[in-house]
């Protein structure tokens, strides 16, 4: 069973401007492959993050290097509507799977909730491009865009909830459940479960986590929930991320773990990971 993280951030310089993550001003490919080495992980998508300016170029950089380690989730600004002809030759750049954006604050999550970036939706969808998001105040309106776009397929970042950009805990951080659990009637929506020790209080193997984690999958089924980190916000070792999993989940059956651990997002997000994209069609 290849392991596939859904979510890491790499740069090279600057501190994050989220200060749930690791405050140091490199975190580059090479730390990470010599962490990924030790907890038996064997490949991971880059969500470049805004606070280094060149953190695309070191990840396309991180791609060429190492193919098949590494692919990418990328963003164009949502205040610009035209920047978005550039997805037109988007995963023309070296290990380009996809879109990622953030609707926790305004204006992205205004021009969400406004229907602003239907005309973005559309283009992803004949395209072929999947879309990642941060999400937790706007999954209701989600519901229509997964509904008006069939064909588009989204993935909801860290279970539904704000990552590190919130300091509640356990079941206080998971207020929104009702809410995430009424996409999975939609074909074309899945789940990251990224960032899940980072949301506990509890010591590992988090166990408030894993009962979350476990409606998530008997809703949306193994297929449609991705395991993944955001390891640079982690309150544990990457390998404590894995095992949470692959040991700690009893519940779970290795063809459930093969799914959620690495091939369901592989499939997902097109990555085929011999250095070209497979076809992300439902």
């Known amino acids: 069973m290849d392991i596939v993280d859904a979510q890491v951030h790499l740069w090279s310089s600057g501190l994050p ?4 993550h690791i405050q140091v001003t490199s975190f580059l490919p090479s730390d990470a492959l010599a962490l990924m080495d030790e907890a038996g992980v064997a490949a991971a998508v880059i969500h470049p993050p805004g606070w280094d300016p060149a953190s695309l170029e070191l990840a396309v950089a991180a791609v060429e290097k190492h193919p098949g380690r590494f ?7 949502l205040t610009d509507p035209d ?29 969400l909730h406004a229907g602003e970036l239907e005309p973005l939706w559309a ?9 990642a998001m941060l999400a937790t105040d706007s999954l209701a ?8 776009f069939p064909r588009l ?5 860290h279970l539904g909830g704000r990552g590190g950009l ?15 659990l009424h996409l999975a009637r939609h074909p074309n929506v899945a789940v990251k479960a990224t960032g899940a020790p980072g949301y506990s209080a509890q010591p590992y193997p988090f166990a ?32 404590e991320c894995v095992t949470m999993f692959t040991e700690a989940m009893t519940w779970s059956s290795p063809s459930d773990l093969d799914w959620i651990m690495g091939r369901g997002i592989c499939q997902w997000w097109g990555w085929s990971r011999d250095g070209g994209h497979e076809s992300s069609e439902a």
Do not use: Y
């Not at 030759?89 to 996809?98: H, V």
């Not at 283009?123 to 879309?131: F, S």
């Not at 919130?166 to 995430?180: C, R």
């Open 153 to 157: 397929k989204l993935t909801i970042d």
């Open 166 to 180: 919130t300091t509640l805990k356990d079941h206080d951080a998971f207020t929104h459940m009702p809410a995430l």
């Open 208 to 239: 408030i986590m894993q009962s979350c984690i476990q409606q998530v999958v008997q809703a949306f089924g193994p297929e449609r929930v991705f395991w993944g980190t955001d390891i640079t916000k982690m309150p544990c070792s990457w390998r």
């Open 141 to 148: 309106v989600l519901d229509g865009v997964a509904t008006r």
């Open 17 to 20: 401007s989220n200060a749930s």
């Open 123 to 131: 283009e992803a969808e004949r395209l072929g491009l999947p879309v």
């Open 71 to 77: 692919a990418i989730m990328g963003s164009v600004p």
């Open 83 to 111: 920047s978005w002809a550039a997805l037109s030759t988007w995963r023309e750049t070296p290990g380009m799977l996809g879109l990622r954006f953030t609707f926790l604050s305004d204006p992205n999550r205004a021009l």
